[in-house]
């Protein structure tokens, strides 16, 4: 029998659903929705756990025994948590906090009070928490504070509980279906709303939806169940029926339904009444008086170029967005030379949130040690790398806000200025199930704007693989709200015609003072000492921008393509000499010569092309020429009745010896 590792046994010996998780990371390792309601069978934990670089996830919710965890990730939160009462349990401490295990009273639901601070996660039903023994993306070790040896489960403290249901505990199965919503109870009607957000396709969602109806009286929730369960292709009455008389429901309630709904971004009536009255709100949006008729100035990041607010920068796969993009920016901070002719009126730190922290660092170190950039303890100062870290866009407006506290400074006049924050890459560093979806990246780009109103933030991406030939027909890799939604937009491109590496503005609202920036690149290498003893050449490179109106690449592309051209012409005229230069040789195996008429009339191709390809063959020496006698036009077999014709031979075959051995021939 295989023995399991602590990081699997300890959460199995509580009773704890347990499923794979990537290694160093956070995502589940295949599907696991089905963990959600019933815990994996001993020789499928066996079977994962022998792969010991994976982390462990310890399911949430009523399926371990209702283990409900808050997540803290900012000492605000916790504290406020500790004021509020956080009885003695098992703790673990977490790459960025903490998590506390409770059990949730039988018949009671957690949930967030309103107005608690950010920094708290409640984890429940249909989630997870990483478990001790695990390895965070920081590389930190997920570690027991409060070790379940020492700490019994305690109970959730009541103010992270819903409140008591008192008198109406029978909720749904003691209403009409036409019964109004009345405090905690909801109707009929509210529970059908809620299904037609949850897909019915997939079984554990299905049977865990009829576990939750079930608990409700009469048939109300069987008639509910079957009719949700009809939307789906693969609906089977006899055998939903089957299901339906095979559950026995434990530690679950119609609220389920609600808490799937709402993952799927399910809103109550009340929810959506409350959202359109404040839409409606005119206090919400006043006139904008025009005042004095003056212009207001535009605060800059990079001054003509990059504008203050949400920027997106777009590149392929390859385009050099990182090497380009961090000299560009590091000249926002004045770091770099200042006669490259970048650095802002207003100086700011840049931070860096990067999924290649290694990368950006060697790509400074290249930087700080070219003539006229400032010393590495400045770089220090004024550029900071934080780690990439997937979490939701919420989640990482709120570490931005943090640096950027700390970051910002205030000028000789009084004017504070913010750093610029560069989030490399989108991907590496927003939790989206798809970014493709509108209405996803909308709502990532909205939080991101509200919690950080005018901060300027740079979002790097990609462009799609088969979107690289043309700036104009580029897109941000995904849906468009990306561009839709940011002040201006970006491309990083690889002229692979040319060359040329380049940056250049799609989209502004503001006149920029250029539109584009070249990049050349500066490459080094140093000997560094290694940890396994034996010293290493080590390259760096980082690139150098120049301002552009796009002419000198434009020309480089002409130059290019003029050059191409005249490739191709000259593989044609090569190709015809080749052709003509056969026909010579076998017109001369055949007892005769060739003519210019003879090779144009005998040999493919245009005349112009075919006239060239003899002279140029005459100028290289591969054959010669010759203006005929008479006789020797006869003895070739070529007939004229008007101007001597100019006769070709190989090189090596001698126009006397040549007709000699006609004559030869003709004597005997």
Not at 320 to 346: M, Q, R, Y
């Amino acid at each position: 029998m295989t023995t399991l590792s602590e990081k699997w046994s300890i959460p199995l010996s509580l009773g704890f659903s347990v499923i794979p998780v990537e290694p160093n990371g956070k995502k589940p390792l295949g599907e696991w929705k089905a963990f959600m309601t019933h815990p994996a069978e001993t020789d499928t934990v066996a079977r994962w756990a022998a792969n010991n670089n994976c982390n462990v996830g310890v399911v949430t919710g009523q399926v371990s025994g209702g283990l409900v965890v808050p997540d803290f990730d900012k000492p605000a939160a916790e504290e406020e948590a500790k004021r509020r009462g956080l009885p003695d349990t098992m703790t673990v401490r977490t790459g960025r906090g903490r998590h506390y295990y409770f059990k949730c009273p039988t018949g009671r639901t957690p949930r967030k009070p309103k107005g608690f601070p950010p920094g708290m996660d409640l984890q429940w039903n249909g989630k997870f928490v990483v478990a001790p023994g695990s390895v965070h993306p920081d590389g930190s070790v997920y570690e027991w504070e409060n070790h379940p040896d020492i700490y019994d489960l305690a109970d959730c403290p009541e103010w992270l509980l819903e409140p008591m249901l008192g008198a109406h505990t029978g909720a749904v199965g003691d209403q009409d279906e036409d019964e109004e919503d009345d405090g905690p109870l909801v109707s009929i009607d509210e529970l059908r709303d809620a299904l037609s957000a949850i897909p019915s396709d997939e079984r554990s969602v299905w049977v865990a939806m009829g576990h939750a109806l079930k608990t409700l009286r009469d048939d109300k929730g069987k008639r509910l169940w079957l009719e949700w369960s009809a939307r789906s292709q693969k609906f089977d009455k006899a055998d939903a029926l089957a299901k339906w008389d095979s559950f026995r429901p434990t530690g679950t309630s119609y609220k389920a339904v609600f808490s799937e709904a709402y993952s799927h971004g399910w809103k109550s009536q009340k929810q959506r009444e409350r959202v359109a009255s404040q839409t409606k709100d005119p206090k919400r949006r006043q006139r904008i008086p025009l005042g004095a008729m003056e212009l207001h100035p535009t605060e800059f990041v990079l001054d003509g170029f990059i504008p203050t607010g949400v920027s997106v920068i777009a590149g392929a796969w390859g385009a050099g967005k990182s090497t380009n993009l961090i000299p560009l920016l590091a000249s926002v901070a004045h770091l770099t030379p200042e006669d490259w002719g970048f650095w802002p009126a207003l100086r700011r730190k840049v931070i860096w949130v990067t999924e290649a922290p290694d990368q950006a660092r060697d790509t400074l170190y290249s930087l700080a040690h070219i003539e006229g950039a400032a010393d590495w303890q400045e770089f220090d100062a004024w550029f900071h790398l934080y780690p990439a870290l997937r979490e939701p866009a919420k989640d990482l407006a709120n570490d931005v806000k943090e640096w950027v506290a700390d970051a910002a400074w205030t000028n000789e006049v009084g004017f504070q200025i913010r750093p610029v924050v560069v989030i490399d890459t989108t991907s590496a560093n927003l939790e989206l199930e798809n970014e493709s979806d509108n209405s996803q990246v909308g709502a990532a780009m909205a939080a991101l704007k509200q919690t950080l109103p005018g901060l300027p933030l740079i979002l790097v991406g990609h462009t799609p693989k088969m979107n690289r030939k043309s700036l104009e027909d580029m897109s941000f890799r995904g849906a468009g709200a990306w561009e839709a939604d940011a002040a201006a937009t970006f491309y990083m491109v690889h002229d692979e015609e040319t060359g040329i590496r380049f940056m250049a503005i799609r989209k502004a609202r503001f006149t920029p003072t250029y539109r584009e920036i070249d990049f050349g690149e500066r490459k080094g290498s140093t000997v560094v000492d290694t940890p396994w003893g034996d010293p290493q050449t080590k390259s760096f490179l980082h690139g150098v921008p120049t301002k552009s109106d796009g002419s000198t690449r434009k020309a480089a592309k002409a130059e290019a393509k003029e050059a191409k051209k005249e490739e191709q012409k000259e593989q044609g005229r090569t190709e015809k000499q080749e052709s003509v230069f056969a026909y010579i040789r076998q017109c001369a195996a055949n007892g005769t010569v060739a003519t210019k008429r003879r090779i144009v009339t005998e040999v493919t191709g245009k005349e112009e092309l075919l006239r060239g390809a003899v002279d140029r063959l005459v100028e290289a020496g591969s054959i010669h020429t010759r203006w005929p006698s008479k006789e020797e036009l006869r003895l070739a077999g070529l007939r004229t009745s008007g101007q001597t014709p100019e006769i070709f031979l190989p090189i090596e075959v001698d126009f006397d010896v040549f007709f000699d051995s006609l004559r030869s021939g003709r004597q005997s």
